[in-house]
């Protein structure tokens, strides 16, 4: 069997991430009380400028992650009143570059595992180029055309809805 470097390295990410869950399942509990609209909904009443737009099922999931093993059990999408949607033309409703995209899974670990996995696709090309929040079992992903200081007021609402 060959072992180039990109193989290594997703072995690595692989690993990583089924250490981070086993480490983290052992001392926490599943929330099952959290769902992606809900939290969509949580952001605009902080204060957020976003809009629902949608609530994924098994059918509509772009990504085919909802209700798989290690998939996230809800997803919703948002616009950002901020984003300048002649720059991301060709986006369809949904796209997390028109505001972004909130996923809840059954714990924490495995939202870790998530995150780290968009992490390393941001590297390769097509570059994702968008940020990343988590906070226990939710990730928010947010459009790369906010500037940085708008993604990161994200990160503060999420910390205010998941302790």
């Not at 870790?112 to 570059?127: F, G, H, I």
């Amino acid at each position: 069997m060959f072992s180039t470097p990109h193989v290594r390295k997703m072995n690595a990410v692989i690993f990583t991430g089924m250490l981070a869950v086993s480490l983290v399942a052992c001392g926490s509990e599943p929330t099952t009380s959290l769902d992606a609209a809900g939290v969509v909904q949580t952001l605009a009443k902080q204060g957020m400028p976003v809009t629902l737009t949608v609530t994924f099922d098994q059918s509509s999931d772009p990504e085919k992650l909802l209700g798989r093993a290690n998939g996230y059990s809800s997803k919703a999408s948002f616009t950002d009143q901020r984003v300048d949607t002649s720059k991301v033309s060709g986006a369809k409703q949904g796209d997390v570059n028109l505001g972004g995209t909130v996923e809840v899974f059954g714990s924490a670990g495995e939202a870790e595992v998530r995150a780290a996995q968009l992490k390393e696709l941001s590297k390769k090309p097509p570059a994702l180029g968008e940020y990343n929040y988590v906070k226990g079992p939710v990730v928010v992903r947010v459009s790369k055309e906010l500037m940085p200081g708008e993604a990161l007021e994200y990160e503060g609402a999420l910390g205010k809805i998941v302790k």
